[in-house]
Structures are given as C-alpha cells and as structure tokens.
T-cell receptor
C-alpha cells in the first residue's frame, strides 16, 4: 500500500526535552511538508521540502528543525525552544511543490508537560 | 492579508439531505483550492482539487465549485449519509509554493440518522 506513515501516534515529553517526529512516504513524492494543528485553528505550515537535501521555513518555524537526507523521510524535531509544543502534528507530501494535491499522514499528537 | 473563512463552524442535518459548505477567501488571485475531510484525531483526506482555470470538480456525491471573482468556493454533498460526518476544510493556494496555502478552520458536519 502506498501512503504516508507517522510515528508514534501519541507522544509525551517533559518540558525542556527535544523530541523527533517521524514521517515516511512511499509515494515517490518530491515534496514533503510539516503542519501544526491547534484546536479551533487552521493548519499552519512549519517547514517544507521541495527536494532531497533542501528545505524551507514555513510560517511558524521557530523552535523546530528538519532534515531531508532521503526522499522518503522528513523528520521533524521539536526543540526545547518551542514555547507551546503541545499540538497535533501532520506530515504531508505531494508529487512536486506546486499545483498538485497534498496527501496527509495520520498525525502525531504531542503532549509536553 | 490573505484570509480564509468557513461558515458555519458547525452544521447538523438529517440523513438524506443535500447540503452546501462554504469557503470564502480574500484576494481572488488564487492558484488552486483543495477541499479536505478530517475525522476526529485523524489526518486529512483530500477530496477535490480545483485549479484556478476550473469552475468545478466532481467526485461521486461531492461537487466543488470555484468562483474566483467573488472569492468563494462551495462543497456540495448530495444525499448525505452518517458516514459523511467529519470536519471539512478548504485550503486555497496563492502561488505554486507551499508557503502560500492557508487552511480554513473548517466546518464540523454531523449527519443525523
């Protein structure tokens, strides 16, 4: 089955710890994205990558970091510098960045206490 | 500033009714617009993608229309079923870059059996 996987589904961390969220796709898509969703708000773009070894900041990149060493993988690290890390994180991909549909993974709910 | 509004925030209708969900956006110069469905605690499922040159797209019981001049898109659901209960989000894009997608907050739809 082709698709996007995110792991884990739920993640709990103590304040001050960095945490890495996994995103893998086997759709052979060039572009990958990370969004954050908070209750009652629309999704907001954190980072995106149009091609391997390249990525750009989105609207709310502060306190986050990413890497894109492989086409299939786009991990997101939530650092201790992120002031409000508790949220639902969604990874997406598209054939290329541009006028193509975005396909989403199932999400990771991160709770930081 | 580009903004997206979805009204109403929540809607409840009896099974079998036809219904229309609304999405309005400032700045009519959009590149494309995508409609998504999100079930509670899950990722987004792409429903329809309309390019700026198109007036509408259809998939099964769903029909999405786009009126750029008035800054509006509608999602029409025919013969609604309880399984259609979910939150529906629209996401206009203002150029080919991912950084120019803005998601609406969604309409939470409940279909009563």
């Amino acid at each position: 089955d082709g698709g996007i996987t995110q792991s884990p589904k739920y993640l709990f961390r103590k304040e001050g710890q960095n945490v890495t969220l996994s995103c893998e796709q086997n759709l052979n898509h060039d572009a990958m994205y990370w969004y954050r969703q908070d209750p009652g708000q629309g999704l907001r773009l954190i980072y995106y990558s149009q091609i391997v070894n390249d990525f750009q900041k989105g609207d709310i990149a502060e306190g986050y970091s990413v890497s894109r060493e492989k086409k299939e993988s786009f991990p997101l690290t939530v650092t201790s510098a992120q002031k409000n890390p508790t949220a639902f994180y969604l990874c997406a991909s598209s054939l290329k960045d541009g006028g193509y549909e975005q396909y989403f993974g199932p999400g990771t709910r991160l709770t930081v206490t | 500033k580009q903004e997206v509004t979805q009204i109403p925030a929540a809607l409840s209708v009896p099974e079998g009714e036809n219904l229309v969900l609304n999405c309005s956006f400032t700045d009519s110069a959009i590149y494309n617009l995508q409609w998504f469905r999100q079930d509670p605690g899950k990722g987004l499922t792409s429903l329809l993608l309309i390019q700026s040159s198109q007036r509408e797209q259809t998939s099964g019981r769903l029909n999405a229309s786009l009126d750029k001049s008035s800054g509006r898109s509608t999602l029409y659901i025919a013969a609604s079923q309880p399984g259609d209960s979910a939150t529906y989000l629209c996401a206009p894009k203002w150029d080919s870059s991912a950084s120019k997608i803005i998601f609406g907050s969604g309409t939470r739809l409940s279909i009563r059996p």
